[in-house]
């Protein structure tokens, strides 16, 4: 929902949100790069947590980030509107009610997700 509310904003620009994480002018996004962006943001992320956003986007497993893969990672999948953006909150909000999520307060935690393919450490 977060990917939908920014694409929705008016001034909303993913090659000039890149260039602002890439502070040095390098043409990538590395760790050091995000954690000052972040940071910049009130945001003061741990390593792990850099490395797994790197992760999360990076496609050929170089622990950067060119503009192509960020604008893949950042833009959401499918075109909508700030109409159908609504119904999407009316229907998560409907299902979680229904199946009980928000009224049975479950501390039972998810499993995290694994990648089929190995990764590299960074």
């Not at 833009?75 to 009980?100: D, H, Q, V, W, Y």
């Amino acid at each position: 929902m977060l990917k939908q509310d920014l694409a929705a904003s008016y001034d909303f620009n993913l090659e000039a949100l890149y260039k602002c994480i890439d502070d040095c002018n390098f043409n990538f996004i590395d760790t050091s790069n995000l954690k000052r962006f972040l940071v910049k943001c009130c945001i003061y992320p741990n390593d792990a947590l850099l490395i797994s956003i790197i992760r999360r986007m990076d496609l050929d497993a170089d622990a950067r980030l060119n503009l192509k893969e960020f604008e893949d990672g950042v833009r959401p999948i499918e075109n909508f509107t700030k109409g159908s953006l609504g119904e999407m909150k009316k229907a998560f909000k409907s299902c979680s009610m229904s199946t009980g999520l928000k009224k049975s307060g479950s501390t039972q935690k998810m499993r995290p997700q694994t990648s089929a393919v190995p990764r590299t450490n960074y």
